[in-house]
């Protein structure tokens, strides 16, 4: 029960969402248990690798935007990673702006369910992989943000294998996404 409510009530708040850079939820209900439908995405970040350093830029920008939508809501969303990044199908003047999908579902499911379940855990806030770092909010969200905006630019994860991920995450920096695409500004 508590949790079927804690879920209907993150479909609720994420159906209020009504910004760009955010997939749409067409219609959702409680019964018989509950559900969401959401407008169509047909492709996720990691289909499209390294992107140019000015597609990687606006997506970044496009990205963030949304993200501060999603915070001014009051919403976390808790599970940003390239998975979580859609695309709707190409429009006819071929403009394809990234979306945030799974809004604020992952807070509720990971009370349940491991976390690397529902979240690449190579892009994963401290606090998504061990509580003594916190709990996740929304500096959490601007983290993994941050982690797939690295993805985005450099066409890989900002860390590499699972096994080093815990302690890299926690006590280490990525190297500078200038390293892994030299086209890429200093400033980035």
Same mark, same amino acid.
């Given at each position: 029960p508590a949790f079927r409510k804690r879920l209907t009530d993150s479909l609720a708040e994420w159906a209020r969402l009504d910004e760009g850079?955010?997939?749409?939820v067409v219609d959702w209900g409680e019964t018989p248990r509950p559900w969401i439908a959401t407008e169509f995405v047909d492709r996720r970040?990691?289909?499209q690798g390294r992107?140019?350093?000015?597609?990687?830029?606006?997506?970044a920008r496009t990205l963030t935007r949304a993200l501060v939508e999603i915070h001014r809501h009051g919403i976390v969303h808790g599970g940003i990673d390239p998975?979580? &990044?859609? /695309?709707?199908p190409n429009t006819l003047d071929g403009v394809v702006e990234p979306m945030l999908d799974d809004v604020g579902l992952l807070p509720?499911?990971?009370?349940?369910v491991d976390t690397g379940e529902f979240l690449d855990v190579r892009y994963a806030a401290?606090?998504?992989?061990?509580?003594?770092?916190?709990r996740i909010d929304h500096a959490s969200?601007?983290?993994?943000?941050?982690? &797939?905006? /690295?993805r985005a630019l450099t066409g890989r994860p900002p860390f590499d294998t699972v096994e080093e991920i815990e302690r890299r995450v926690c006590q280490e920096q990525?190297?500078?996404?200038?390293?892994?695409?030299?086209?890429?500004?200093a400033g980035i």
């Open positions: 850079g955010v997939v749409h970040l990691p289909s992107l140019t350093p000015v597609e990687g830029l606006e997506h998975q979580a &990044v859609g /695309y709707p509720v499911y990971r009370r349940y401290p606090e998504a992989i061990d509580s003594q770092y916190g969200d601007i983290y993994q943000l941050g982690m &797939v905006c /690295y990525p190297s500078a996404p200038t390293d892994q695409n030299p086209d890429l500004p």
